[in-house]
């Protein structure tokens, strides 16, 4: 059984960090590309940061690019995002996904999705 689980969500001020961790299990992820996304309330879910399988191929949404870094072990089977500098408008819950396509994570190709972990950012 393939398991993505989320960590490292919570409530956190405005200018504050968070990081998030993503644990795998019956799977390999250095098979895989890796990715987070998100969804806030009444929104579509977007994309926020890729990995390739090696860790050298990286993609994080322009918008959050300089806050947001994405990172991998795989010989922890771990995903990880490092979120700094946090807004309001960051509040969403966060997913962690594994690719199809090895080099580049796209949600139309997405094998497996974790259950997700609340962000909120709230003075």
């Known amino acids: 059984q393939v398991r993505l689980v989320e960590s490292g969500g919570g409530s956190v001020q405005p200018g504050g960090s968070l990081r998030l961790s993503c644990a795998a299990s019956?799977?390999?992820?250095?098979?895989?590309?890796m990715g987070w996304f998100r969804q806030a309330p009444g929104k579509e879910r977007e994309f926020v940061a890729g990995?390739?399988?090696?860790?050298?191929?990286?993609k994080t949404a322009d918008s959050l690019k300089g806050r947001f870094t994405i990172s991998r072990d795989n010989a922890k089977n771990t995903l990880s995002l490092q979120m700094n500098n946090l807004k309001r408008e960051d509040t969403a819950v966060y997913y962690c996904?594994?690719?199809?396509?090895?080099?580049?994570?796209?949600?139309?190709?997405?094998?497996?999705w974790g259950q997700g972990t609340q962000v909120t950012v709230s003075s």
């Open positions: 996904a594994a690719g199809s396509d090895p080099y580049h994570i796209q949600d139309r190709r997405i094998a497996f």
């Open positions: 019956g799977i390999s992820i250095s098979s895989y590309s």
């Open positions: 990995v390739g399988w090696s860790g050298t191929l990286t």
